[in-house]
Structure formats: structure tokens, C-alpha cells
């Protein structure tokens, strides 16, 4: 059985409890020392409301969650204990929607430029 058989796009992902739980992880107290630059730039960002991540490093985030995934291989794998997050089929369709996203990014040169 797999866990996230709703995940079928990059938003049904971002609106996940593991989701929250990664990127608050991820962008808690523990980013001052990870990356300080990111850290101070969303704090100051965070006084006018906004984020100050980079639409890359935004990106960058989707791609580090979704390494952290248990990923189904049904030519390899036996699912009998329902221990996969989401499907190949799943992962291939999620990971091309962020490769679209950061190629639209990459040809607006917007990339590095911080989230509103």
C-alpha cells in the first residue's frame, strides 16, 4: 500500500501535514546555521510580510523533500507493508512539474530572485 496515492501533483504535495512538517523543519532555527545568508534573509523579509527565499532555493526545497521519499519501483519492489510514500509513476510526474517550474524560472531570469 502507499502512503500519499493523492500526491499526483507538485500542489497535492505542498498541501500535505509532511510537507509543513519538512519545510518547518528545514527552515526553523537550525537554518542559521545551515545557511545563515538564507536565514537572515528571511527574517528580514518576514517584517514586510514576505518570504526572502529565492524561487531557486524554493525549488531546491521540493527537490530535497522529495529525496527524503520512500519511493515504489514495481519492477523491484514487493509492496506488502505499505512502507512507500508515493509511486515511480507519482515521482516522475511530480519531478517534471519542478523541472518545468525552475525552466520557466531559469528562461524569466528570476530564478535567484527573492519570493515575494
Not at 510580510?49 to 529525496?67: K, L, N, P, V, Y
Request: glycine share 6%; proline share 3%.
Amino acid at each position: 500500500m502507499i502512503r500519499h496515492p493523492e500526491w499526483l501533483k507538485l500542489h497535492d504535495l505542498m498541501e500535505s501535514r509532511d510537507w509543513d512538517s519538512y519545510i518547518g523543519d528545514k527552515l526553523g532555527n537550525d537554518l542559521f546555521l545551515s545557511d545563515p545568508d538564507r536565514a537572515d534573509r528571511r527574517e528580514a523579509a518576514a517584517e514586510y510580510g514576505c518570504d526572502g527565499s529565492t524561487h531557486g532555493e524554493a525549488i531546491q526545497d521540493w527537490r530535497d523533500f522529495m529525496d527524503t521519499l520512500d519511493i515504489f519501483d514495481p519492477d523491484f519492489d514487493v509492496d506488502e507493508d505499505g512502507s512507500w510514500d508515493i509511486t515511480m509513476e507519482q515521482e516522475e510526474s511530480i519531478v517534471k512539474e519542478i523541472d518545468n517550474v525552475e525552466k520557466w524560472y531559469e528562461e524569466h531570469d528570476t530564478l535567484e530572485q527573492e519570493i515575494g
